[in-house]
């Protein structure tokens, strides 16, 4: 599968020209792609002002991933704000090259930030069939809690998107590495750059890791798109030979 990894700086709580930056990047992406992926709340950025920007699952911006990912013939994914039922979710909506959608709602929502004030918790694991990958889709601080990751469904692509603050980069590293390495699965990693209008910095470090802990594409600090090319069929075959997976404990997951 080749994946473009586009990591940007966003303009802060406005949908409209976020969409235009991202469909400018787009548009220079090769043709080839099967997958494209876009940060954490690409729309606005990490607000917590979300009735003022949350939109629908009927909204602008899901229409427009629908359009980018028919026209490019490719899957598109990314999270935004949506608003449901009175509810506002941090939802990576996956956009599959037909338009049809499949969507994974933050479980872990970010307290240090008061996410979880403004925010409802998803309560279910998502993974996402596409082109014979198993892909697990995953939100930022999602990343500090392996048991709910953990592969018991022989996923092969953790897929997580973030707005993680260069203040704590050595964690957003180190916890890609031990996510890719503990589950025996490649692990892609989209973050963002530039300063939000909460001060936080960014500085990316957008990566890609193998099912044994290496670098595909070493976390990257400029704003750039990134193509990676994974082969499925190696992480298969060390899986084979290398069956940790079937060691792995059991336990149960109460929401």
């Not at 490719?74 to 996956?94: D, H, P, Q, W």
């Not at 994974?104 to 082109?131: C, P």
């Amino acid at each position: 599968m080749k994946i473009a990894l586009i990591q940007s700086d966003l303009y802060w709580e406005n949908p409209s020209e976020n969409r235009k930056q991202f469909e400018l990047k787009i548009n220079q992406i090769e043709a080839d792609v099967n997958l494209i992926v876009l940060p954490e709340m690409f729309s606005t950025g990490f607000t917590m002002n979300a009735a003022a920007v949350a939109e629908e699952m009927q909204g602008e911006t899901i229409q427009w991933m629908q359009s980018v990912a028919k026209n490019r013939k490719c899957a598109l994914t990314g999270s935004l704000i949506i608003a449901e039922n009175g509810k506002f979710y941090n939802r990576m909506v996956f956009v599959f090259p037909t338009g049809e959608l499949k969507w994974y709602n933050k479980r872990h929502l970010f307290s240090l930030a008061g996410e979880n004030e403004f925010y409802t918790a998803g309560t279910e694991k998502v993974i996402v069939d596409y082109l014979e990958w198993k892909i697990c889709l995953q939100i930022c601080y999602d990343l500090r809690f392996p048991v709910f990751v953990r592969n018991v469904e022989n996923y092969d692509l953790l897929l997580y998107v973030a707005n993680w603050p260069k203040v704590r980069t050595n964690a957003w590293d180190a916890l890609l590495k031990a996510r890719a390495i503990e589950n025996l699965s490649f692990v892609v990693g989209v973050n963002r750059i530039g300063q939000d209008d909460n001060n936080y910095e960014h500085i990316g470090h957008s990566q890609v890791i193998d099912f044994l802990g290496n670098y595909v594409l070493e976390p990257q600090e400029i704003e750039a798109i990134f193509v990676v090319e994974l082969d499925k069929q190696k992480m298969l075959e060390t899986r084979k030979k290398l069956d940790f997976l079937s060691d792995k404990d059991t336990f149960e997951i109460k929401i």
